[in-house]
């Protein structure tokens, strides 16, 4: 369940976006996307209330179409909406206190790492996000690349864990990314920049479930 939901998740705040974000929403749920994070960050990102209608307007999307809505980091957003699930890096919330404050919804945690993945597992992480797998132009303070080797390397130590790759993953590496052992990619720009945000977002999904298929 978990690593179908995980197949082409869509990464996405408003400052990624070059129109409105509900219309880019929209698009890429037709287009197929397995799941959304809201990653409201960076510069001139929306705060206080303007964040929290954002976040409500792009949730009711999901919500009507049956995609998990997570939130990146804002444990109290997440809680406030009743979102399906929260999303934290090593350096916010800790893995654990989230959990606690959480209860059943879904947790995701950022790793770069065999280490922090079992650490992810002890906290009783849902799935973790390992990246940047590539050099990305949508993270200011992304760490040092980890490569396919390192998709390769967790998988080959932790056979079962949900993981998502994440970090300048295209149309040209998502089908070597699934076969380095990731169940499926998380993606901001290569949908949110694409020109036909529906169309590049089925060719997206038609790769990643056709590789996964044949794995
Ligand atoms: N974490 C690691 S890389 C990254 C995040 C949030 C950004 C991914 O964006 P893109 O545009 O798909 O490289
Ligand atoms: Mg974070």
Redesign the pocket.
């Known amino acids: 369940m978990m690593k179908h939901m995980l197949s082409l998740y869509f990464?996405m705040g408003s400052v990624d976006c070059t129109k409105n974000p509900l219309v880019v929403l929209d698009e890429a749920i037709e287009g197929g996307i397995t799941m959304f994070q809201f990653?409201e960050k960076g510069k001139g990102a929306l705060t206080g209330l303007e964040k929290y209608r954002l976040a409500e307007q792009l949730f009711e999307r999901c919500r009507a179409r049956n995609i998990p809505f997570i939130v990146n980091d804002d444990v109290d957003l997440a809680l406030a909406l009743q979102a399906d699930g929260i999303h934290v890096g090593q350096e916010d919330e800790a893995a654990e206190r989230v959990r606690d404050r959480i209860g059943n919804k879904y947790l995701g945690v950022?790793v770069h790492n065999l280490t922090e993945v079992k650490k992810a597992l002890a906290a009783h992480a849902d799935y973790v996000g390992l990246?940047?797998i590539f050099p990305?132009?949508?993270?200011d303070d992304?760490k040092q690349v980890c490569g396919l080797t390192m998709i390769e390397h967790i998988r080959a130590h932790e056979k079962h864990v949900p993981l998502v790759a994440?970090?300048?993953?295209t149309e040209q590496t998502a089908e070597q990314v699934i076969k380095a052992g990731a169940d499926g990619i998380a993606?901001?720009?290569?949908i949110c920049r694409a020109e036909h945000i529906c169309e590049q977002t089925k060719r997206l999904y038609e790769i990643v479930m056709r590789t996964k298929q044949e794995g």
């Open positions: 990464v990653r950022s990246g940047p990305t132009v949508s993270k992304a994440i970090g300048g993953i993606v901001i720009s290569a």
